[in-house]
T-cell receptor
Framework: DTAVSQTPKYLVTQMGNDKSIKCEQNLGHDTMYWYKQDSKKFLKIMFSYNNKELIINETVPNRFSPKSPDKAHLNLHINSLELGDSAVYFC????????????FGSGTQLSVL | AQSVAQPEDQVNVAEGNPLTVKCTYSVSGNPYLFWYVQYPNRGLQFLLKYITGDNLVKGSYGFEAEFNKSQTSFHLKKPSALVSDSALYFCAVRDWGDDKIIFGKGTRLHILP
């Protein structure tokens, strides 16, 4: 079984659309993250949730809204998509906040046309 | 705020030779340091971490890293490189008391057969 799974793996959409990426972890971890990896492979933290509560919210446009219905799930909804949103989005989980041994999903490659 | 630098975009090493991938960091308190590896079209995988204790940390796949407080460095090393070690390597840091894990820009390691 995949420990951290993201869907979809690929997402191609037009500018202005709204899309969601889903993430689920079956490791029983309390903490989940969203990271964005740009075309130069730079990895930047976006959000972190601990047991459904938002604990890290970086300077991300408010078009991005994370939602954690339970501690095993962290979804990312993006409104009014822009060309600059094209990137690979990684979900990750951690047994506890800042614990360091992150478990990453395989990523969602988002292409905005 | 914490930061991490990987000064080399790419490192080329002949198979069988020792390899080093460099990382320096900046934190206000005591650092938690990590190395991750990313293979093509995959999420990041944890290699090793330094929290406290012995300055030489051993990790997965024969990798090790040396913590040097005076030089604020945490270089990744391996005594004998394999072609299968070719991948993108990320150094990461967390400051004491902070939940955020910040990644460097990555270093592409290319092992030549």
């Amino acid at each position: 079984d995949t420990a951290v799974s993201q869907t979809p793996k690929y997402l191609v959409t037009q500018m202005g659309n709204d899309k969601s990426i889903k993430c689920e972890q079956n490791l029983g971890h309390d903490t989940m993250y969203w990271y964005k990896q740009d075309s130069k492979k730079f990895l930047k933290i976006m959000f972190s949730y601990n047991n459904k509560e938002l604990i890290i919210n970086e300077t991300v446009p408010n078009r991005f809204s994370p939602k954690s219905p339970d501690k095993a799930h962290l979804n990312l909804h993006i409104n009014s998509l822009e060309l600059g949103d094209s990137a690979v989005y990684f979900c990750a989980s951690n047994p506890r906040p800042g614990g360091g041994k992150l478990f990453f999903g395989s990523g969602t490659q988002l292409s905005v046309l | 705020a914490q930061s991490v630098a990987q000064p080399e975009d790419q490192v080329n090493v002949a198979e069988g030779n020792p390899l080093t991938v460099k990382c320096t960091y900046s934190v206000s308190g005591n650092p938690y340091l990590f190395w991750y590896v990313q293979y093509p079209n995959r999420g990041l995988q944890f290699l090793l971490k330094y929290i406290t204790g012995d300055n030489l940390v051993k990790g997965s796949y024969g990798f090790e890293a040396e913590f040097n407080k005076s030089q604020t460095s945490f270089h990744l090393k391996k005594p004998s490189a394999l072609v299968s070690d070719s991948a993108l390597y990320f150094c990461a840091v967390r400051d004491w008391g902070d939940d955020k894990i910040i990644f460097g820009k990555g270093t592409r390691l290319h092992i030549l057969p």
